[in-house]
Nanobody, 115 residues
Framework: QVQLVESGGGLVQPGGSLRLSCAASGSIFSISAMGWYRQVPGKQRELVATITSGGTTNYKDSVKGRFTISRDNGKNTVYLQMNSLEPEDTAVYYC?????????WGQGTQVTVAS
């Protein structure tokens, strides 16, 4: 199994910034992709950003230019730098990692953007 431990969530004002971190541990052989999803109560979980082991990134359109995903392969850690946060970004953010065709999930961390 792969375990994912997240940190960095919290309460910020609109226009503020947060950096989320997620470290993978356990049976790590070759993680092909890591990323972040988010979910609001009553709505479907949605993809925010992904990054491959080679550094190729993809973003949800609404976060392009504001969020930056990165990873440290040596530390098996993925980051999400979130700038210019908006109330619409409020959600539980879930880290994920894919290895050998199977996806693993973190416990989720709450991000609240409010005045």
């Amino acid at each position: 199994q792969v375990q994912l431990v997240e940190s960095g969530g919290g309460l910020v004002q609109p226009g503020g910034s947060l950096r989320l971190s997620c470290a993978a541990s356990g049976s790590i052989f070759s993680i092909s992709a890591m990323g972040w999803y988010r979910q609001v109560p009553g709505k479907q979980r949605e993809l925010v950003a992904t990054i491959t082991s080679g550094g190729t990134t993809n973003y949800k359109d609404s976060v392009k230019g504001r969020f930056t995903i990165s990873r440290d392969n040596g530390k098996n850690t993925v980051y999400l730098q979130m700038n210019s946060l908006e109330p619409e970004d409020t959600a539980v953010y879930y880290c994920y990692a894919t290895q050998r065709g199977y996806s693993y999930w973190g416990q989720g961390t709450q991000v609240t953007v409010a005045s």
